[in-house]
């Protein structure tokens, strides 16, 4: 299986970094400004796709979507 932690960093950068803005696992996306609360949707929506999860809507909060160890964090725990 790919690597989750380079998938989802890969995935931010492409759709979300417009600059040559360094992305590391800890850098912060939302308190960043990196990734507003339309695109947490959609990352969402591809975490979802990708992983055949389900996020629940209340654990979808802009904290746990604020780097990418975070969001992996919350992938693993929707996987079980």
Do not use: H, Q
């Not at 696992?25 to 992983?51: A, C, H, Q, W």
Request: aromatic share 8%; charged share 30%.
């Amino acid at each position: 299986m790919e690597d989750m932690y380079e998938v989802v960093k890969e995935y931010v950068i492409d759709e979300y970094v417009e600059d040559d803005s360094e992305v590391t696992l800890d850098t912060p996306l939302i308190s960043g400004g990196i990734v507003d609360s339309f695109s947490m949707v959609s990352l969402k929506r591809f975490l979802e796709n990708k992983y055949n999860i389900s996020i629940p809507d209340d654990k979808a909060t802009p904290e746990a979507f604020d780097s990418v160890n975070k969001i992996c964090a919350l992938v693993k725990e929707c996987i079980g």
